[in-house]
């Protein structure tokens, strides 16, 4: 029978009331001006309704469902919940995610009861929305990996609640759900080329006015790339509004104060604007005799962070790498091969890879451009009293204070560039990264080492993150390309050219074969795949091929299976991101399954036979493009 149990409501702000009876609490948050409940008592019961009672705010539940002993871990969830510094409706969606676990849960009949039965269910709840994610777009149930990521994510947070664990030790029990990333090309050639020779003149023109000690007004001359010649009386271009545009002329001269007056025939007018100028002649004054003055500060961090962009479209470094590289270490280098340029290196620390030291290259074409940076570097030093910064970019914010580059810096550097020069095609760090891999590839005519070499990554990130070509590369181009990350996929998932796999005497039945596995956490690797290789995961059929358990029988049955995925997987490319996408991820599988067909056929030469006729049958099945759609 379901009925109605006393609440006891807390709202999510009261921090001081005791969660004295968790199964009849409910919490309260205040969302865009409404009240909103979640009824976290009703997760201590194994029966509870989806019903909403106007007159209630709590879910009816059969009160002979309590569950004890889930008691203290739904106490511990709502403690963690009202301790959260997240804004409180960031909280109550946490709440609803974490409500939908235990609705699966007791779905499944899970006691959730002890800590086993918590690991357990939240790791049967992580293969339910992997399985999700696979569901074809539409399907009931389907769900995009970036919200089935969310929902696990909150999941995992209540089970560090619940067992009182920290997040990295739920992490090593409970895998995490890998959202798929838009992929951004790399842009033309040309347009990231012009893009960073402007980032150069303007860096050039400005560091020029500042180490020489040139006065304002001066000129930036970008007619060259065709975006026209622009007065700079101050580090920001004057708007045409401003009256202090008329004070100058088009080749940087300043405006005679008896030609202004002449222009006014109205003397209030005429006072009025003769006051603004004797202001902004003192005021250029003070930028032309102080060193330290705010305007040329800002053109200093103009000119860094333009450097900087073009630094990284150059060398090809990321963000975090390069706002932090040691520019003083900058010594000659040698390539590690013909294919790659002499030049001068930095050292520098990759943080996403566990602090690796990294060692950024450029062309002594481009030295030149960093030696007048050095100078740059060096004025900003002795001029604004800092001490000398072991970070090779700094940002300059007053008297003896700096600070390193960051996003914010890129931000402010956009929205300067494309207020003075509306028409400019702006690239992202990480476009002119991927450029650069780009370049680094056709320039080594297609040595993927030499592109990771050059990106100072390992060679299977350089294959994954960097390998969309431009539109305007040519198609012959794209098929070389292709052939040889589709060959680099294969041999980096393995360390031994042959890798065996056991035929027949199979304890169990699964999709891609049969299985000597006792349970899911038996799942591993066989001997000889790399890291780069799938990892075994028994909800995904394709990975089973990788496992050390995964068992063949030579029958017509599990030849039907492994054909089948030999035949449908090339039909998921048209759902991969790209092409270097699909060869990264299924030619190592595609390669896995002729591996165990040609031992197959090894040990049992009569079964070619059979083999062949199950290849023929599923290439003349109406259904495989569908049936792909589940791969």
Same mark, same amino acid.
């Given at each position: 029978m379901?009925?109605?149990?006393?609440?006891?409501?807390?709202?999510?702000?009261?921090?001081?009331?005791?969660?004295?009876?968790?199964?009849?609490?409910?919490?309260?948050?205040?969302?865009?001006?409404?009240?909103?409940?979640?009824?976290?008592?009703?997760?201590?019961?194994?029966?509870?309704?989806?019903?909403?009672?106007?007159?209630?705010?709590?879910?009816?539940?059969?009160?002979?469902?309590?569950?004890?002993?889930?008691?203290?871990?739904?106490?511990?969830?709502?403690?963690?919940?009202?301790?959260?510094?997240?804004?409180?409706?960031?909280?109550?969606?946490?709440?609803?995610?974490?409500?939908?676990?235990?609705?699966?849960?007791?779905?499944?009949?899970?006691?959730?009861?002890?800590?086993?039965?918590w690991?357990?269910?939240?790791?049967?709840?992580?293969?339910?929305?992997?399985?999700?994610t696979?569901?074809?777009?539409?399907?009931?149930?389907?769900?995009?990996?970036?919200?089935?990521?969310?929902?696990?994510?909150?999941?995992?947070?209540?089970?560090?609640?619940?067992?009182?664990?920290?997040?990295?030790?739920?992490?090593?029990?409970?895998?995490?759900?890998?959202?798929?990333k838009?992929?951004?090309?790399?842009?033309?050639?040309?347009e990231?080329?012009?893009?960073?020779?402007?980032?150069?003149?303007?860096?050039?023109?400005?560091?020029?006015?500042?180490?020489?000690?040139?006065?304002f007004?001066f000129?930036?001359?970008?007619?060259?790339?065709?975006?026209?010649?622009?007065? *700079?009386?101050?580090?920001?271009?004057?708007?045409?509004a401003?009256?202090?545009?008329?004070?100058?002329?088009?080749?940087?001269?300043?405006v005679s104060?008896?030609?202004?007056?002449?222009?006014?025939?109205?003397?209030?007018?005429?006072?009025?604007?003769?006051?603004?100028?004797?202001?902004w002649?003192?005021?250029?004054?003070?930028?032309?005799?102080?060193?330290?003055?705010?305007?040329?500060k800002?053109?200093?961090?103009?000119?860094?962070?333009?450097?900087?962009?073009?630094?990284?479209?150059?060398?090809?470094?990321?963000?975090?790498?390069?706002?932090?590289?040691?520019?003083?270490?900058?010594?000659?280098?040698?390539?590690?091969?013909?294919?790659?340029?002499?030049?001068?290196?930095?050292?520098?620390?990759?943080v996403?890879?566990?602090?690796?030291?990294?060692?950024?290259?450029?062309?002594?074409? *481009?030295?030149?451009?960093?030696k007048?940076?050095?100078?740059?570097?060096?004025?900003?030093?002795?001029?604004f009293?800092?001490?000398?910064?072991?970070?090779?970019? *700094?940002?300059?914010?007053?008297?003896?204070?700096?600070?390193?580059l960051?996003?914010?810096?890129?931000?402010?550097?956009?929205?300067?560039?494309?207020?003075?020069?509306?028409?400019?095609?702006?690239?992202?760090?990480?476009?002119?990264?991927?450029?650069?891999?780009?370049?680094?590839w056709?320039?080594?005519?297609?040595?993927?080492?030499?592109?990771?070499?050059?990106?100072?990554?390992?060679?299977?990130?350089?294959?994954?993150?960097?390998?969309?070509?431009?539109?305007?590369?040519?198609?012959?181009?794209l098929?070389t390309?292709m052939?040889?990350?589709?060959?680099?996929?294969?041999?980096?998932?393995?360390?031994?050219?042959?890798?065996?796999?056991?035929?027949?005497?199979?304890?169990?039945?699964?999709?891609?074969?049969?299985?000597?596995?006792?349970?899911l956490?038996?799942?591993?690797?066989?001997?000889?795949?790399?890291?780069?290789?799938?990892?075994?995961?028994?909800?995904?059929?394709e990975?089973?091929?990788?496992?050390?358990?995964?068992?063949?029988?030579?029958?017509?049955?599990?030849?039907?299976?492994?054909?089948?995925?030999?035949?449908?997987?090339?039909?998921?490319?048209?759902?991969?991101?790209?092409?270097?996408?699909?060869?990264?991820?299924f030619?190592?599988?595609?390669?896995?399954?002729?591996?165990?067909?040609?031992?197959?056929?090894?040990?049992?030469?009569?079964?070619?036979?059979?083999?062949?006729?199950?290849?023929?049958?599923?290439?003349?099945?109406?259904?495989?493009?569908?049936?792909?759609?589940?791969?």
């Amino acid at each position: 029978m379901m009925e109605y149990r006393p609440e006891i409501i807390i709202h999510i702000t009261d921090k001081i009331t005791e969660v004295l009876k968790p199964e009849m609490t409910v919490l309260e948050f205040d969302i865009d001006n409404s009240c909103r409940t979640c009824d976290v008592g009703s997760w201590c019961y194994s029966v509870r309704s989806n019903a909403r009672n106007p007159n209630h705010k709590s879910r009816s539940v059969a009160k002979e469902s309590i569950v004890k002993d889930r008691l203290k871990y739904v106490e511990r969830i709502i403690e963690g919940l009202r301790a959260s510094t997240y804004n409180q409706a960031t909280v109550y969606s946490h709440a609803g995610k974490i409500a939908r676990f235990i609705d699966f849960a007791d779905s499944k009949g899970m006691s959730l009861s002890n800590d086993k039965d918590w690991i357990e269910s939240v790791y049967s709840y992580y293969e339910h929305l992997v399985l999700s994610t696979r569901l074809a777009d539409g399907t009931e149930g389907s769900l995009k990996e970036r919200s089935a990521s969310a929902e696990l994510s909150s999941t995992k947070k209540a089970l560090a609640w619940a067992l009182e664990l920290t997040d990295n030790e739920v992490s090593l029990k409970i895998p995490h759900i890998k959202e798929g990333k838009s992929e951004s090309l790399p842009g033309d050639d040309l347009e990231r080329n012009q893009f960073v020779q402007v980032l150069l003149a303007i860096f050039e023109r400005f560091t020029d006015i500042l180490i020489n000690e040139k006065p304002f007004p001066f000129v930036l001359d970008l007619s060259h790339w065709g975006f026209g010649k622009h007065v *700079f009386s101050r580090s920001s271009h004057l708007s045409k509004a401003s009256y202090t545009k008329s004070f100058v002329n088009d080749d940087a001269g300043i405006v005679s104060r008896e030609e202004v007056r002449g222009r006014y025939t109205d003397w209030r007018e005429c006072v009025g604007v003769m006051s603004v100028y004797d202001n902004w002649i003192k005021r250029l004054d003070k930028t032309n005799s102080l060193n330290t003055d705010l305007q040329r500060k800002s053109l200093y961090n103009s000119a860094t962070y333009c450097y900087y962009l073009a630094f990284i479209g150059i060398v090809g470094t990321n963000n975090g790498v390069t706002s932090a590289l040691r520019l003083s270490s900058c010594e000659k280098s040698e390539p590690i091969n013909c294919k790659a340029p002499r030049g001068y290196s930095f050292t520098g620390l990759k943080v996403r890879a566990g602090n690796k030291t990294v060692y950024p290259t450029m062309g002594k074409e *481009f030295y030149q451009f960093h030696k007048k940076y050095e100078k740059l570097r060096q004025w900003g030093e002795i001029e604004f009293d800092l001490d000398v910064q072991r970070v090779g970019f *700094f940002r300059i914010s007053g008297i003896g204070k700096c600070a390193p580059l960051n996003k914010v810096s890129i931000d402010t550097l956009k929205e300067w560039l494309i207020g003075h020069l509306p028409n400019v095609k702006w690239h992202t760090p990480r476009e002119l990264r991927k450029g650069v891999s780009w370049s680094f590839w056709n320039l080594s005519n297609g040595d993927i080492n030499t592109v990771a070499w050059k990106l100072q990554n390992d060679v299977k990130t350089t294959l994954k993150s960097y390998s969309n070509p431009p539109k305007i590369a040519g198609l012959k181009e794209l098929s070389t390309f292709m052939n040889e990350m589709w060959n680099e996929a294969i041999d980096s998932s393995r360390s031994a050219k042959y890798i065996p796999v056991q035929i027949n005497n199979g304890l169990h039945k699964t999709p891609a074969g049969h299985c000597n596995a006792n349970d899911l956490s038996q799942a591993k690797r066989s001997e000889g795949f790399t890291d780069s290789a799938p990892e075994p995961n028994c909800s995904r059929s394709e990975t089973c091929f990788f496992c050390r358990h995964y068992v063949l029988h030579a029958d017509e049955e599990d030849i039907h299976l492994i054909t089948s995925l030999k035949v449908l997987l090339p039909y998921a490319q048209k759902r991969a991101a790209n092409e270097a996408s699909y060869a990264i991820k299924f030619a190592p599988i595609l390669y896995r399954i002729d591996e165990i067909l040609e031992e197959l056929i090894k040990q049992f030469p009569a079964k070619k036979s059979l083999v062949d006729d199950a290849m023929n049958k599923v290439l003349n099945s109406d259904n495989k493009c569908d049936t792909a759609n589940q791969v």
